[in-house]
Nanobody
Framework: QVQLVESGGGLVQAGGSLRLSCAAS????????MGWFRQAPGEEREFVAA????????YYADSVKGRFTISRDNAKNTLYLQMNSLKPEDTAVYYC?????????????????WGQGTRVTVSS
């Protein structure tokens, strides 16, 4: 079993930046592809970004491509999401998750373990 704990959320003005972290317990972090998802109030959970076990390739939702960067440090058992040029529509609770798929998918049902989420609020 893997436990995931997100951090780094907060309130930021439009155009600002935040870096989310996802700390994983256990020794198996490097064996999982990982993903970030988000859920805005009243909306379905949506895919944001994903990364393979080795760190490449990486995948992004069109809405964040060019603004967000997903990365991982397997030595630290940590996943990151660097978010730049934030927009009010990025406001959501952000979740990290693991998947056993070698090539991570965009479907939340393919992800097994989830963190509790960290809230990001972007003011206009």
């Amino acid at each position: 079993q893997v436990q995931l704990v997100e951090s780094g959320g907060g309130l930021v003005q439009a155009g600002g930046s935040l870096r989310l972290s996802c700390a994983a317990s256990g020794r198996t972090f490097s064996t999982y592809s990982m993903g970030w998802f988000r859920q805005a109030p009243g909306e379905e959970r949506e895919f944001v970004a994903a990364i393979t076990r080795s760190g490449l390739p990486r995948y992004y939702a069109d809405s964040v491509k060019g603004r967000f960067t997903i990365s991982r440090d397997n030595a630290k058992n940590t996943l990151y999401l660097q978010m730049n040029s934030l927009k009010p529509e990025d406001t959501a609770v952000y979740y990290c998750a693991t998947t056993s798929f070698v090539t991570p998918t965009t479907r939340s049902v393919d992800y097994l373990y989830w963190g509790q989420g960290t809230r990001v609020t972007v003011s206009s």
